[in-house]
T-cell receptor, first 112, second 116 residues
């Protein structure tokens, strides 16, 4: 069964410090991973996906198949990055290929 | 495009009553997903529907819960004979009909159900 683990429920850093939100997964096939973000009083929204290898709002995430990880990183955190972050794994096979399995989420707080 | 709409935003039910949660997907989206977020927990997949079809309901409790996405109108998540443990935030998401973009799930604001 596929699973996504975000080991840190809470993460606090100071503005300008590097930040890394951890995500590990277990999946037997070829994984497709995403990071979603929910800012205060806003909807959950897609932040980035591993396939595109893009940087959004300064965040990047590299898929490491050897370590089964997809950690989200930003070299210099900003206060506006404070939010709940979810790592998600897409079910790539079968009929339910649209289904996402989410991790438990990490609340990031960036202090001034 | 107004985005995914959910109503009501807040719903209070007494134990034993029925709860009906509605979700209108984004225009042009034919895939709908329901997720539940219990207090202090992450999002848990419940059910995945396309128009008039349930594709995957592996996350739905076996009893009291049902979902539909009719040809016309919103998707409905129905909880019969609610219990206190059903208190949670229920989120709906939709994704484009284009299977290449099916990973792009757009979320609604959620319905917060409180069972008293």
């Amino acid at each position: 069964a596929q699973r996504v683990t975000q080991p840190e429920k809470l993460l606090s850093v100071f503005k300008g410090a590097p930040v890394e939100l951890k995500c590990n997964y277990s999946y037997s096939g070829s994984p497709e991973l995403f990071w979603y973000v929910q800012y205060s009083r806003q909807r959950l929204q897609l932040l980035l996906r591993h396939i595109s290898r893009e940087s959004i709002k300064g965040f990047t995430a590299d898929l490491n198949k050897g370590e089964t990880s997809f950690h989200l990183k930003k070299p210099f955190a900003q206060e506006e990055d404070s939010a709940m972050y979810y790592c998600a794994l897409k079910n790539a096979g079968g009929t339910s290929y649209g289904k996402l399995t989410f991790g438990q989420g990490t609340i990031l707080t960036v202090h001034p | 495009n107004a985005g995914v709409m959910q109503n009501p935003r807040h719903l209070v039910r007494r134990r034993g009553q029925e709860a009906r949660l509605r979700c209108s997907p984004m225009k042009g989206h034919s895939h709908v997903y329901w997720y539940r977020q219990l207090p202090e927990e992450g999002l848990k997949f419940m059910v995945y529907l396309q128009k008039e079809n349930i594709i995957d309901e592996s996350g739905m409790p076996k009893e009291r819960f049902s979902a539909e996405f009719p040809k016309e109108g919103p998707s409905i998540l129905r909880i019969q004979q609610v219990v206190r443990g059903d208190s949670a935030a229920y989120f709906c998401a939709s994704s484009p009909s284009d299977y290449r973009r099916i990973y792009e799930q757009y979320f609604g604001p959620g319905t917060r159900l409180t069972v008293t």
